[in-house]
């Protein structure tokens, strides 16, 4: 699936990944060595990190519509990483140095991240995206899919961008490395919901949309498409421009920037829903999916029914029987997109 040797795609994404991660290393290698022991102090927290951040963006994939090519997902993780970081500081520095033209020393020292990171970062990392959405193009063709991968891009950002902070706190604090590394890490990790992980994902779906090789609702023209997939993109950049400038307190940046990420999210996996419903009916009409209880067929289509056929197995069968019920609807979930 991302190991495609014939594919102009695949070599693309080589090349930007050596290429990256060496400027990654050159420009910050030395730094990170530096202050090693105390991230791997800060390890238990790096490691909760990231599991959290894992389970709660499956979360967005609830019908396992691309958890089932994690090597596809791991390839996004580390062009977000790595490419897109370097294209990300790279270009801000650029924008910076235009927009200190216009506006004055103090405008810039209140303005400047959320004038340029919007901007320079979202299209940074919604080319990652792309490059992977068409290097897998063969099973990363609907919402569901763009806006895993574009998660994955965006974690892999967050992670590399957090240890670049942390470890620059590290450097500069007066104490220890832990103790700026530290509440640095913390701080980074009580914001990241949301954070570049929900941006990315939305301006990835955004890509999908504009792609070729989408396969969602046929009725919607390329106009169509092109008319949702603005505003998505805005949206995602909007969020980030808005968590980067001064208006607010951390409270409010959160919950505004919660409301614009789950309300689009929400309402386009609605058309994942439809598809798992279409696909469980041609299933049963063409009995591919004969050996799928329908009790488990009947309870696919929402989190709320898969929920209570659960709590029926339990209190029929103890927590046994819901364990098994729980993977009888994974693997009924994984036939449907295998079919699909």
């Not at 919007?118 to 068409?134: D, F, R, Y």
């Not at 490395?177 to 954070?195: C, I, N």
């Not at 941006?199 to 008319?227: E, H, I, K, N």
């Amino acid at each position: 699936m991302v190991y495609r040797p014939r594919s102009a795609v695949f070599w693309l994404y080589v090349i930007t990944l050596v290429v990256s991660t060496y400027l990654l290393l050159s420009a910050n290698g030395s730094a990170f060595g530096m202050v090693m022991d105390a991230q791997l102090w800060l390890a238990p927290l790096w490691i909760g990190f990231i599991v959290v951040l894992f389970w709660l963006m499956f979360k967005f994939d609830p019908y396992r519509s691309a958890r089932r090519y994690p090597q596809a997902l791991l390839a996004g993780t580390a062009l977000g990483g790595t490419t897109a970081l370097v294209m990300a500081v790279n270009g801000n520095t650029a924008l910076a140095g235009v927009w200190s033209r216009y506006l004055s020393p103090e405008t810039m020292a209140a303005w400047e991240a959320s004038l340029t990171a919007p901007i320079i970062e979202e299209a940074s990392k919604g080319m990652c995206a792309a490059v992977i959405l068409v290097l897998c193009s063969s099973v990363f063709h609907r919402i569901s899919h763009a806006l895993l991968v574009g998660m994955f891009v965006g974690f892999g950002f967050d992670v590399m961008e957090d240890l670049t902070y942390a470890t620059r706190e590290a450097i500069y604090s007066l104490d220890s490395d832990l103790a700026g590394a530290g509440p640095q890490l913390l701080v980074r990790v009580l914001t990241a919901v949301p954070a570049h992980w929900a941006y990315t994902g939305l301006f990835a779906v955004g890509v999908m949309l504009l792609l070729p090789t989408f396969t969602g609702p046929p009725q919607w023209s390329y106009a169509r498409r092109v008319l949702l997939a603005l505003p998505l993109m805005a949206a995602a950049s909007f969020m980030h421009f808005f968590w980067d400038s001064p208006i607010g307190g951390a409270l409010v940046k959160i919950a505004v920037t919660l409301v614009v990420f789950l309300i689009p999210v929400l309402w386009l996996l609605r058309f994942e829903r439809q598809w798992v419903t279409e696909r469980i009916a041609a299933g049963r009409a063409d009995g591919t999916l004969a050996a799928v209880p329908d009790e488990v067929l009947d309870s696919l289509a929402t989190a709320k029914a898969r929920r209570r056929l659960r709590k029926q197995a339990r209190r029929s069968g103890g927590r046994r029987a819901k364990k098994a019920m729980r993977h009888a609807q994974n693997d009924a979930l994984e036939l449907l997109q295998s079919s699909g």
